[in-house]
């Protein structure tokens, strides 16, 4: 009975104020039992009716209160998002004082929200910041419920798990060394761009050895040096991701490390690329899509929000030489020896172990 006690003691911190009201407490009691003073028993009945009281109106407010959170569909990792916290009190007369809601370290929500009342049957929604700080399925976010009410006496609390699946993309902000990966893609895209189509492209200043035929005299004119048409190439150009499945036979946590960073770079290429409108093939060991032909964007990010390495899977041979390639993996000798970063003139990435500066570090 006493172990049982103390376990209940443990779940039922007590405040400031309950530790002083405890210690006048046990002077009453003390001075009460020593003089055999009836007025002082009746000052400690009282007093333990209040305790008892006080901890029974606590543990009523608490219960029957129901949670649920609402979230928006498309969520990143180190990004906050808006979504709604609501609040039921399932009780259908009973109201609930003075309630605060915290959320735990893995449930996104960092900060405490506080209800002064919640009446009987009741909902309440409350706009809350969420921040998730790694990609993935979350299945169990923990919130607590705690209230002083009625005295301060005791801080009660109550663990609520969500078990709502809420799958989190890559980070899709730009890390050390993904806008300068960025700017060389796009860079080479705008250079195979300028060809002798149909469609015109810019006038930009004439370079040695080009065509005469394609001087524009009227610019010429204008700016004292010759100008140059160009034209934009009638064929499409994509850019090819490819990601490396394909583990050490050790895994380390610079490994680890390595791989997460490749993945938040992957996402990142392919949510700006496609925003900018350009054809996007993302291909690994067992997935290869193309977007906007075949799917759309999203499918790549909850792809790579669940991606992990794998063994035993060797890497495909490339089979389109007129993309942009731009090739993960921790064995870049590897991929090169297969063909990858061999394109016809379309330029090409491969991004080893020493790629980024975070995992090396």
Not at 71 to 83: F, L, M, W
Not at 192 to 220: C, M, N
């Amino acid at each position: 009975m006493l172990k049982n006690s103390l376990d209940k003691l443990k779940h039922v911190p007590l405040t400031r104020a309950g530790l002083a009201y405890t210690a006048t407490l046990m002077v009453v009691m003390l001075a009460a039992f020593l003089s055999a003073n009836n007025l002082l028993f009746l000052i400690l009945a009282a007093m333990l009716s209040t305790l008892l009281v006080s901890r029974f109106i606590s543990r009523l407010g608490i219960a029957g209160m129901e949670l649920d959170l609402k979230v928006p569909e498309h969520i990143s990792a180190r990004r906050k998002v808006r979504a709604v916290i609501r609040l039921k009190n399932l009780k259908p007369w009973i109201p609930s004082f003075s309630i605060h809601l915290a959320g735990a370290a893995d449930s996104g929500f960092a900060s405490i929200l506080y209800f002064p009342v919640i009446p009987g049957g009741a909902s309440l929604e409350e706009p809350v910041d969420l921040y998730f700080r790694k990609r993935g399925t979350q299945r169990e976010r923990s919130f607590q419920f705690s209230t002083r009410f009625p005295f301060g006496f005791a801080d009660r609390r109550e663990l609520v798990i969500a078990k709502r699946d809420i799958l989190v993309y890559p980070c899709l902000d730009p890390q050390p060394g993904f806008e300068a990966l960025l700017a060389e893609v796009t860079g080479e895209l705008e250079a195979q761009q300028r060809g002798r189509g149909h469609d015109f492209y810019r006038i930009r200043p004439y370079e040695a050895l080009e065509s005469a035929r394609h001087v524009d005299w009227k610019a010429t004119a204008h700016t004292g040096d010759l100008q140059v048409r160009e034209f934009a190439r009638e064929q499409d150009h994509r850019v090819l991701i490819y990601l490396d499945l394909e583990t050490p036979i050790e895994l380390s946590p610079a490994y680890e490390q390595w791989f997460e960073s490749a993945v938040d770079c992957a996402a990142f290429l392919a949510f700006r690329l496609a925003g900018r409108g350009a054809r996007v093939r993302f291909q690994t060991q067992e997935l290869d899509v193309t977007l906007p032909d075949e799917t759309d964007l999203y499918t790549i990010l909850k792809y790579l929000a669940s991606v992990s390495p794998m063994r035993g899977r060797p890497a495909e041979v490339p089979d389109d030489p007129n993309s942009f390639q731009i090739v993960f993996s921790v064995d870049p000798a590897r991929m090169a020896a297969l063909g990858w970063g061999a394109s016809e003139n379309r330029g090409a990435c491969l991004l080893g172990a020493d790629a980024f500066p975070a995992a090396e570090a």
